[in-house]
């Protein structure tokens, strides 16, 4: 069989480190498309969850008409427009019309102009619905599996500089073999 002889020159480590970098390219690309419909995963598999809240306390001033409710802060809140029942100052006397009132979607109180009149500066009690997205078992492991592999890419600097390495290795042994192929330096025989 033949021996082949290397011809190519001047490319010490060149297609290593090219390599290096398509294979940190792919990964990337990869980390990215799994992250991606990981999450998209993970908001269609949370639980709508409606929640009744009765008789919570809210106090309109001469300065405001309009008071967040305290919903907790949860993931996707969306309060029911017409809020269930409103009393006035206490919350067994005084109903007031519901229409009184106007509840927006994202949980704010808004207080009309009868109501302003009726109440002036106090507090209206008012019972209201939401709805939220909870978590589950399935979201949980999609959360952490998508910020597992997301942290994937924290390794990328060190691949580089492994990579750097072996290419300047690489070089170095380039060289060496190069002055001792020229000549330049004697192998060592006493005359």
């Known amino acids: 069989m033949k021996t082949r002889k290397n011809t190519d ?8 480190l090219l390599s290096l970098v398509v294979f940190l390219f792919v990964i990337g690309l990869l980390v990215m498309i799994f992250a991606l419909m990981g999450g998209n995963m993970q908001d269609a598999m949370y639980d709508s969850t409606t ?3 009765t008789n919570e306390s809210v106090t309109f001033n001469a300065l405001n008409t309009a008071v967040d409710l305290s919903v907790v802060d949860v993931r996707s809140v969306v309060c029911t427009t017409t809020p269930t029942f409103v009393a006035n100052e206490t919350t067994t006397g005084g109903t007031l019309l519901v229409g009184n009132v106007t509840l927006t979607s994202d949980c704010t109180l808004l207080n009309a102009t009868a109501l302003a009149d009726m109440i002036g ?14 978590d589950n078992t399935a979201t949980d492991v999609m959360n952490d599996t998508t910020s597992s592999i997301a942290s994937v890419t924290d390794w990328f600097p060190i691949f580089i500089v492994i990579g750097a390495m072996v290419v300047l290795i690489l070089l170095t042994v380039i060289i060496i073999s190069s002055i001792r192929g020229s000549g330049m330096i004697s192998g060592g025989q006493s005359a």
């Open 9 to 16: 020159r001047g490319v010490a480590g060149l297609t290593i």
């Open 51 to 53: 929640v009744s809240v």
């Open 121 to 134: 500066n106090g507090t209206v009690f008012v019972s209201y619905t939401y709805t939220w997205d909870a």
